[in-house]
């Protein structure tokens, strides 16, 4: 276990999924749910999503460095180009949270959790945070950590989210965080590309 390699990991995932569909529908489900019950359903949402990446993420290491190098390094870029993208549109973020809350019904207890559990599971499949992982798990061959740092991210981003969602979007613009997100994955790229060529 590195915690340089749980840092770096923690850090790139905590930005890109910050202003991520997933923040705002961990806030509209709070808005129907007791928090805790909300966060408990997503946590353990992405608990088995991090599992599936951090094992893609190792079966990958088993291809030649420089292939996996390259493919990092190219999912790295895609990432930055699609959060900068998302960062110049001007969807708002009440189109979202409309969609977000279609979705859930009214429900108690295990059955709150079930709900948060199946519409974070459904909406994360594929998602950049998830293709992040694959990539700093091939990238770090060290699977451990990578799983650490991402499912840290993503626990206090869906817990931020599922407690002060709404203050914290008052203060904090997603525009801002997806060109964050974006300078993030473009370091990680140049990071990759200077490995690659060194």
Known sequence: MDPLVIALTFAAIFVVE?????????????TKYRPLLVWIGVGLAFTVQTVVA???GHAVTYLPQDVVRAVAGVIFLVGAVLLFREGRSHHQ????????????????GWKAVLTCFLILF?????DLSQLLTISLVAKYEDPVSVFIGALGALL??????AIAGRTLLKFVSLHALHYLGAAVCLLLAGLTAYELIA
């Open 18 to 30: 910050l202003p991520d569909k997933t923040f705002i529908a961990t806030l509209v489900l709070a």
């Open 54 to 56: 951090v094992a893609l």
């Open 93 to 108: 973020a009440s189109e979202d949270e409309e969609e977000f809350a279609a979705k859930a019904t009214a429900a108690t």
């Open 122 to 126: 459904a909406a994360e499949w594929g």
């Open 156 to 161: 206090v981003v869906s817990g931020l989210a």
